[in-house]
């Protein structure tokens, strides 16, 4: 094939979409807003409170700005991708031309279908250049696809492996929340609340937690080892299931706040907690993932050139909402739980209190079949040898997709520490580091092509025109990685 597709990384993606189908900018708005409002917004209130509701405020607003930098530049990237896959490259033995995706394709294959920097227009392929060579995006070229147009071999393996470890964290995430809130409902009260924290007669809690990880892992964990898909019907539950939970806690806690019922003093509210920042950074930073689905989205637009303008009142509306939830919790609650449902286990309307505590049950369990085959493809395409034998393709690596999050989930609880780890590393790497590097690179092949800026041709170019901006992303996220590392060091140098 002359333009091969690698394996789609969607593993945050709300929907599959069609390129052929039509998106509304309304409708990209909702699956972006979808995406946003995800699992890490539970763990976000604890993180907000702990590094202060001043500095976390700030925060929070500089990185979803880093946020739509970094989309905007996902949107030029796959418009510089969609030219770089039209131009013919020279070769001894003609192909046909074909966009078919196969999972059974190389990570990395020595002979490119592309242009490459070496390579350049000729004069009649310049005066086409307005209409052959359209900058729309007609085809959707997924992150793992740009990679292998943008980057050498090394640096897409690197890809593979930064994609990985992010996906590994996400699965931990789920393997930890989900059973965390499942013991929080079955445990008896009584028995919780008391300093060796029992769950049931001569049941540790422990015990219990480490029972339903098993249990969960069992039950949803088993879809991996087959091609299940997110079905429309599951998506609409899942996103009013959502909605309606961020608003029964804002309104909830809301009332707390008014009826100054056990609410924290005043001067007991942190505004400035320099140590937690780091932690804050990681969460917030998984917060505003959408980058790795964005192809899924921009692609089928009917009005491309709204699509900027569309991520930006998603991440804007995400931003207010995220506000809203984490400032009421900081002054409705003395403490936080890390997943953040779980303060409202004592609120006397028990239909609530239980929808409330068993929505990460619900929503996030609808997500780990379909992260789980994106890992496990992930992880086949990584160590591509040709054709696997049937035990290694349908055993083998749904195991080494599942179990690493297993243990992970057995050793600890700590939603936020897992979402701090996986946002703050893995998860600046793909916000950051990888559309920043995207920008940069397909910037300089388009002026080696053309012989002008890409802004100047390129109608998907981002507002960020300037190089600079790029290279402060990738010096934003060397100093964010810096500084998490740095007090991560600390604290376990000091014991803490």
């Known amino acids: 094939?002359?333009?091969?597709?690698?394996?789609?990384?969607?593993?945050?993606?709300?929907?599959?979409?069609?390129?052929?189908?039509?998106?509304?900018?309304?409708?990209?708005?909702?699956?972006?807003?979808?995406?946003?409002?995800?699992?890490?917004?539970?763990?976000?209130?604890?993180?907000?409170?702990?590094?202060?509701?001043?500095?976390?405020?700030?925060?929070?607003?500089?990185?979803?700005?880093?946020?739509?930098?970094?989309?905007?530049?996902?949107?030029?990237?796959?418009?510089?991708?969609?030219?770089?896959?039209?131009?013919?490259?020279?070769?001894?033995?003609?192909?046909?031309?074909?966009?078919?995706?196969?999972?059974?394709?190389?990570?990395?294959?020595?002979?490119?279908?592309?242009?490459?920097?070496?390579?350049?227009?000729?004069?009649?392929?310049?005066?086409?250049?307005?209409?052959?060579?359209?900058?729309?995006?007609?085809?959707?070229?997924?992150?793992?696809?740009?990679?292998?147009?943008?980057?050498?071999?090394?640096?897409?393996?690197?890809?593979?492996?930064?994609?990985?470890?992010?996906?590994?964290?996400?699965?931990?995430?789920?393997?930890?929340?989900?059973?965390?809130?499942?013991?929080?409902?079955?445990?008896?009260?009584?028995?919780?609340?008391?300093?060796?924290?029992?769950?049931?007669?001569?049941?540790?809690?422990?015990?219990?937690?480490?029972?339903?990880?098993?249990?969960?892992?069992?039950?949803?964990?088993?879809?991996?080892?087959?091609?299940?898909?997110k079905t429309s019907l599951l998506q609409i539950s899942s996103s009013v299931l959502r909605h309606t939970s961020f608003f029964m806690m804002i309104v909830i806690a809301l009332i707390r706040i008014s009826d100054k019922n056990d609410v924290p003093d005043r001067k007991d509210v942190t505004a400035f907690n320099f140590k937690k920042i780091p932690d804050f950074i990681g969460v917030s930073v998984y917060c505003f993932m959408c980058q790795h689905s964005l192809p899924s989205f921009v692609t089928p637009m009917k009005r491309q050139s709204r699509a900027t303008l569309v991520i930006f009142l998603a991440l804007t509306a995400c931003l207010g909402i995220y506000l809203l939830v984490c400032f009421t919790a900081t002054f409705a609650f003395t403490n936080i739980v890390d997943v953040y449902t779980l303060n409202f286990a004592d609120y006397h309307i028990k239909p609530i209190r239980y929808f409330l505590e068993l929505y990460p049950v619900f929503c996030l369990s609808a997500s780990y079949p379909i992260i789980g085959i994106t890992l496990r493809n992930n992880l086949k395409t990584l160590f591509s040898k040709g054709e696997y034998p049937w035990i290694v393709d349908r055993i083998l690596f749904p195991l080494l997709t599942i179990v690493p999050p297993t243990i992970i989930g057995l050793c600890t609880e700590d939603v936020e520490k897992l979402v701090t780890y996986t946002g703050a590393f893995s998860g600046s790497a793909i916000q950051y580091i990888i559309p920043a590097s995207f920008v940069l690179l397909g910037r300089r092949r388009i002026r080696e092509m053309f012989g002008r800026d890409a802004s100047t041709i390129n109608k998907n170019h981002s507002i960020f025109s300037s190089n600079v901006w790029p290279i402060l992303l990738l010096a934003w996220s060397a100093l964010c990685m810096g500084f998490v590392i740095y007090y991560k060091i600390s604290d376990i140098w000091h014991g803490e």
């Open 1 to 229: 094939n002359e333009y091969k597709s690698y394996l789609r990384f969607n593993s945050k993606m709300a929907s599959h979409t069609d390129v052929g189908s039509h998106l509304s900018s309304t409708m990209a708005f909702i699956f972006v807003f979808n995406l946003l409002l995800g699992a890490g917004a539970l763990a976000l209130p604890d993180a907000f409170s702990q590094a202060g509701y001043v500095a976390s405020t700030v925060l929070l607003v500089i990185l979803c700005f880093a946020s739509f930098v970094t989309a905007s530049f996902m949107c030029e990237g796959m418009a510089i991708a969609n030219v770089l896959t039209k131009v013919p490259c020279p070769k001894k033995n003609d192909v046909t031309s074909s966009s078919a995706v196969s999972e059974n394709d190389p990570l990395v294959n020595d002979s490119k279908d592309y242009m490459t920097d070496s390579q350049h227009f000729t004069q009649s392929q310049m005066s086409l250049g307005g209409s052959r060579y359209s900058f729309r995006i007609n085809r959707r070229i997924e992150m793992a696809e740009m990679a292998e147009i943008f980057f050498n071999k090394v640096g897409t393996i690197l890809f593979y492996i930064v994609v990985i470890i992010y996906l590994y964290g996400d699965l931990a995430i789920y393997t930890a929340a989900v059973p965390k809130s499942l013991a929080n409902v079955s445990c008896h009260k009584d028995l919780y609340h008391k300093k060796e924290k029992m769950c049931w007669d001569k049941v540790s809690y422990k015990a219990a937690y480490s029972m339903y990880v098993l249990l969960y892992v069992v039950s949803i964990g088993s879809f991996v080892f087959f091609n299940a898909q």
